[in-house]
């Protein structure tokens, strides 16, 4: 695991706002929205909605794409998995083995 990594990806998500934020994009799905379509969404100026996606970006959590004169973000899927499989791999692997014996 890439413990830095990690914790950035894990503080981004860390503030209400930019959870928020990543829940509309991961509903959207794999199409994404427009950053005037999360700001409608998020109903919070341009200016915060744009300052928490830098965030998200930076940690590796959402991708954006240029169309046109709009920016499209996506989630990043595999970033999220990747984060969640490694907690999730680690859990209890230094736990002693109960092999057999009732819990107290």
Known sequence: MDFAATAR???????????????????????????????QGMRRPTSTVTFHLRELVAAGLVSQEREGRSVRCRAQFAV?????????????????????????
Do not use: N
């Not at 706002?17 to 005037?36: E, K, S």
């Not at 999220?80 to 057999?100: H, K, M």
């Open 9 to 39: 990806q894990l503080a981004a998500l860390g503030h209400e706002h930019r959870l928020q934020l990543f829940y509309l994009l991961v509903r959207a799905g794999h199409d994404g929205m427009t950053v005037g379509e999360i700001h």
């Open 80 to 104: 999220l998995g990747a984060v969640l499989d490694d907690v999730r791999t680690a859990c209890c692997s230094d736990a002693p083995a109960r092999r057999g014996k009732a819990r107290r």
